[in-house]
């Protein structure tokens, strides 16, 4: 399982590597954000939430159609909080 996971990181890794400055500013904000979030609801950002995270948005991505805008963009953000999470 743990091979599985390292897997799913770093496919989530390699489309990190291509954000730009302002794009990586940006991720920065949303998850404080989203840490912020989670300790309102009582939810442990733990290993087990980002993996859920990123495996949930590249499933999410793979199948979603592109509707003018590209909703896989948002679901690559999430998978990227995920790895976020997942380094800490």
Not at 46 to 70: C, I, K
Not at 78 to 86: E, H, P, V, Y
């Amino acid at each position: 399982m743990a091979d599985a996971r390292e897997r799913l990181a770093g496919r989530v890794r390699l489309a990190a590597a291509d954000l730009d400055v302002c794009a990586t500013a940006q991720l920065h904000l949303v998850e404080v954000l989203l840490r912020d979030r989670l300790e309102v609801l009582g939810i442990e950002p733990t290993q087990d939430l980002a993996v859920a995270l990123m495996a949930a948005s590249v499933l999410l991505a793979e199948r979603s159609p592109e509707w003018g805008g590209d909703s896989r963009d948002v679901l690559g953000e999430l998978a990227q909080l995920g790895l976020r999470l997942l380094d800490e």
